[in-house]
């Protein structure tokens, strides 16, 4: 019964997270950002200052990759890119303030697109999902990759 469940959750997870990408999906254009990019900013809001190679593995890319993608948020004036005093092949990247204005804006106008559906759901409903998404992140937390704290 248990292995009947864990499957419909992976198969349930898979559609939720098509439905999410799909509601959400044409708010990150407007701000001139591939999903990735955003990706990468979100990394940095959550995460803080990080190792290029950090962000690179997060979201499962090259560091040639991520280089790119650094060169375009840097020209946009969303990060910056520092060498690290200590070795200089380490790449140190911060969200700047209007990178931290733009991904929180992206965020919320993600959320405000799914929070119309998600009105659709019994307030019992909703404090059902809270509890699951609680309990879930709390078993999943000991599996978040790698750390991206800066190196001192």
Same mark, same amino acid.
């Given at each position: 019964?248990? $292995?009947?469940?864990?499957?419909?959750?992976? /198969?349930?997870?898979? #559609?939720?997270? *098509?439905?999410?990408?799909?509601?959400?999906? /044409?708010?990150?254009?407007? *701000?001139?950002?591939?999903?990735?990019?955003?990706?990468?900013? *979100?990394? @940095?809001?959550?995460?803080?200052?990080? %190792? &290029?190679?950090? @962000?690179? /593995?997060?979201?499962?890319?090259?560091?040639?990759?991520?280089?790119?993608?650094? /060169?375009?948020?840097?020209?946009?004036?969303?990060?910056?890119?520092?060498?690290?005093?200590?070795?200089?092949?380490?790449?140190?990247?911060?969200?700047?303030? +209007?990178?931290? %204005?733009?991904?929180? &804006?992206?965020?919320?106008?993600?959320?405000?697109?799914?929070?119309?559906?998600?009105?659709?759901?019994?307030?019992? +409903?909703?404090?059902?999902?809270?509890?699951?998404? $609680?309990?879930?992140?709390?078993?999943? %937390?000991?599996? #978040?990759?790698?750390?991206?704290?800066?190196?001192?």
């Amino acid at each position: 019964m248990k $292995e009947q469940h864990l499957n419909s959750i992976k /198969d349930l997870l898979e #559609v939720f997270f *098509y439905n999410v990408k799909c509601a959400a999906q /044409d708010i990150g254009p407007e *701000y001139n950002l591939a999903d990735g990019q955003i990706f990468l900013l *979100y990394i @940095l809001w959550k995460s803080g200052t990080c %190792k &290029a190679t950090f @962000l690179a /593995d997060q979201i499962g890319i090259t560091s040639g990759a991520v280089t790119g993608m650094m /060169d375009k948020l840097a020209g946009m004036g969303l990060i910056t890119r520092e060498r690290s005093e200590k070795d200089r092949r380490v790449v140190m990247v911060t969200l700047t303030g +209007e990178g931290l %204005k733009t991904i929180q &804006a992206v965020q919320d106008a993600r959320f405000e697109r799914l929070k119309g559906q998600l009105r659709e759901l019994s307030g019992a +409903e909703l404090a059902q999902a809270v509890a699951a998404f $609680e309990k879930m992140n709390g078993v999943l %937390k000991p599996c #978040v990759r790698g750390s991206g704290a800066a190196v001192g």
